[in-house]
């Protein structure tokens, strides 16, 4: 599985992109919560954080949806000092005001550059969070039920950039970024067998500035892109507007 075999939702608007997102994760996690079992969420940034998670908060506390069942986590970080406003945990922090009783250990966030000496061991130590709280799939990889990405006009996704060592990797769950072509250079990331281990993954990806690297994720030219090999284990969604497709 690649992006291309996800189930694509052309949407005429960022908007309508981000409602059916909302719809659509919401009814999967209403479903999830028939288990017993905390729900595990990986979130990223950009304007997936800023516009379509409250929009899922608020959608899921009208429906009465239990957010305290839903464990929190981050699919990149920027290693930067804790609330800086471009944390991607200060953009969850902001989001979370639309549902209700999220407390804070429901939120694993990845260590910020004021708590640990450098971006290698915020990645170590964010790697052995995840392993020891996470259930693990039939290959022991750590499994996320939920993870939610966004795509840049380059084609990275998480912190995962084109050109770059991390996509490579297959050894570890979280891997230090050092040289990211977006600042900040240092970063936190995910790596894609952790990704693609993810029951649901559902991709945001709007506006004229994805189109290019869209459709080559989506044709031919695939293999320069981080988001061209994003799998997932039950449901792979894309979520793209006119722009993006046009």
């Known amino acids: ?9 052309h949407a005429p608007t960022p908007a309508a992109a981000a409602a059916a997102l909302v719809d659509d994760v919401l009814n999967w996690l209403i479903r999830r919560a028939e288990a017993p079992e905390n729900i595990q969420i990986a979130v990223s940034g950009g304007s997936l954080g800023d516009v379509v998670l409250p929009q899922l908060f608020r959608a899921g506390t009208a429906a009465g949806f239990d957010w305290q069942r839903v464990h929190f986590w981050f699919a990149d970080e920027r290693f930067l000092p ?32 004021s708590a640990v000496v450098n971006v290698a061991a915020a990645a170590a130590r964010y790697s052995d969070e995840i392993a020891r709280t996470l259930p693990a799939d039939a290959s022991g990889t750590p499994q996320f039920d939920v993870m939610l990405l966004g795509m840049g006009p380059d084609g990275h996704t998480a912190s ?18 050092h040289d990211s072509p977006k600042p900040p250079a240092e970063r936190v990331s995910l790596t894609l067998p952790l990704i693609n281990a ?18 080559d994720a989506l044709g031919e030219n695939r293999e320069n892109y981080p988001i061209a090999r994003i799998a997932a284990k039950e449901s792979l969604r894309l979520y793209a507007d006119d722009a993006a497709l046009s």
Do not use: C, W
């Open 198 to 215: 993810s029951r649901m993954v559902a991709v945001y990806a709007t506006g004229a500035g994805k189109r290019d690297a869209l459709a």
């Open 1 to 9: 599985m690649s992006l291309r075999d996800a189930a694509l939702v």
């Open 160 to 177: 995962l950039f084109p050109g770059l060592a991390g996509v490579e990797v297959t050894d570890r769950v979280a891997i230090a970024v």
């Open 82 to 113: 804790v609330q800086d406003p471009e944390r991607n945990a200060t953009l969850l922090a902001a989001a979370l005001a639309e549902a209700a009783d999220v407390h804070h250990e429901q939120v694993h966030e990845v260590p910020a550059a």
